[in-house]
């Protein structure tokens, strides 16, 4: 099993910073993609970013020129700085992994959430 554990959340206002961090740890012989996903009150779960083992990475519109998403291979960490955050942002921030166990087998893993509230 993988576990991602996520830090970092809190309530800020709007035009603030925060910065999420997310550990992954087990039985991992590869993490291909980390990324952030979101979910606010009665919307469903998208992609906010993700990142590749090579660098590579995706943002969603609505988040580009604010967030960026980097990773610390060696640590197995993804982060997620956000800046010039909106109301909008408002949602519960999801980290997703996968890639592949020490058996070779694929693996999806999801950390348990970290609350981000912006105050106007």
């Known amino acids: 099993q993988v576990q991602l554990v996520e830090s970092g959340g809190g309530l800020v206002q709007a035009g603030g910073s925060l910065r999420l961090s997310c550990a992954a740890s087990?039985?991992?012989?590869?993490?291909?993609?980390m990324g952030w996903y979101r979910q606010a009150p009665g919307k469903q779960r998208e992609l906010v970013a993700s990142?590749?083992?090579?660098?590579?990475?995706n943002y969603a519109d609505s988040v580009k020129g604010r967030f960026t998403i980097s990773r610390d291979n060696a640590k197995n960490t993804v982060y997620l700085q956000m800046n010039s955050l909106k109301p909008e942002d408002t949602a519960v921030y999801y980290c997703n992994a996968g890639g592949l166990t020490w058996s070779r087998t694929p693996f999806v893993s999801w950390g348990q959430g970290t609350q981000v509230t912006l105050s106007s």
């Open positions: 087990g039985r991992m012989f590869s993490i291909n993609v």
């Open positions: 990142i590749t083992s090579g660098g590579s990475t």
